[in-house]
């Protein structure tokens, strides 16, 4: 595809080589009117200065040669079709130049040659990505992916699994918006797909507003009402219910879940821990549940009166996101926005995705958001800070944050 390109081009530059010369070719033997001559060459040279092809010093060099060649005497009609050819040939090396730089500013070869990279691994990608053959995809391989799935659904027409797993990928690269358009022309075609549904509820999630969170539980239900013990649904509407402060439905969830559960999932004292918080909510004397084993942050905020004032009714997002892989939080809590100084705790228990979490990384930024639309998804109107990279221990380690 690459050649025919090139081969496409120079067709075009010779075209333009016609196109230029041959007029004047037909006019050597003419009396041109020498200033009408002169002001078209000087039109093309301050084309060239406009476009970028030549500094202004250039320009003024090129400007005064060109007037002393029309100051100087014109014998006959051979010296006109000398002066013709060779404005034929400076307009041909000015297009030559200008195409070239056009070309590489906007990297349309690029594009051209990820898009062909693209179409040739897209079933490679598809076999390390859903069959687990191979390394796990890159974020280059990742996006490449998604391009070649793009193409697929542009030439092929709509597919359920395309859809689906294009939503997947933008939904790991951050791009919540996109990963829910996604999710949603994949139900389009297969309404009742069980893990399609599950994606579809995470990313709405992850979105965050009441909207959102109120299609995550009707999805949320759909896969219950097919699969009654799906974990991944009984978590996520048990958060639902959580932070809607239904405290008795959020318990039934957690209480269900924890059944499904053998006792040495990692999961299982996830759900205990967030049982022991329902009840410490409701002020009831617990005895101390031991904590699970991993990293915590003990997240000391303080917020202005003036900054709670004037978002009034905002949410408080705060939240550990890893400083290397997916932009997605590992741990993240969404609080009511009230000043003072708050203390927030950030552990594995915050996760939004059960392998994606405080122990599966390395180092963090901890950050806060004040949202005013109480969307997960980030604004650019929103106040945010966050701290520098902090290197995860095994003891519980204090941040500091401040508006």
Known sequence: MLMNLALTAAAL????????????????????DRKTLFAEKLALLSDARDLGELSDSDFAVAAAELKNQFLAPLPDAQLLQ?????????????????????????????????WQQAQENLPAFGERALLGKGEPLNDAELAQFALGLRTKLATSGDDAVAWFVLGRIWFSQGQIPESIEAFEKALGLTPERVNLLVSYAQALMVEGSEESVKKAAKSLGTVLS????????????????????????????????????????????QVQQQLAQLESQQQIPQPTAPAEAGPVLNVTL??????????????????????????????????????????????????????????????????ARISRSGSATPDPTDLQLKSAPLTLTAAAQQVELSF
């Not at 530059?13 to 230029?20: D, F, H, N, R, S």
């Not at 039934?252 to 499904?260: D, I, P, R, S």
């Not at 997002?317 to 993240?332: E, H, I, K, N």
């Not at 809590?333 to 392998?355: F, R, V």
């Open 302 to 367: 303080t917020i202005p009166q003036a900054v709670a004032d004037a978002n009034a009714g905002a949410t408080l997002f705060v939240f550990a996101r890893a400083t290397q892989g997916m932009p997605l939080p590992v741990a993240v809590q969404k609080l009511q926005l009230k000043a003072g100084t708050m203390q927030i705790q950030l552990d594995n228990s915050h996760s939004m995705q059960p392998d994606w979490n405080l122990s599966a990384v390395d180092s963090v930024t901890v950050g």
């Open 226 to 269: 097919k699969d009654a013990g799906n974990v991944d649904a009984l978590s996520m509407l048990a958060l639902i219910a959580q932070q809607r402060g239904d405290v008795k439905e959020a318990r039934a969830a957690w209480e269900v879940l924890l059944a499904q559960l053998p006792k040495d999932d990692p999961r299982y004292a």
């Open 82 to 114: 000398g002066h013709s050819a060779r404005s034929g040939l400076l307009a041909l090396l000015l297009l030559t130049v200008l195409t070239a730089v056009l070309y590489a500013s906007t990297g349309q070869y690029r594009a051209l040659d990820d």
């Open 13 to 32: 530059l010779l075209l333009a080589t016609v196109l230029l010369c041959w007029p004047r070719r037909m006019k050597a033997g003419q009396q041109l």
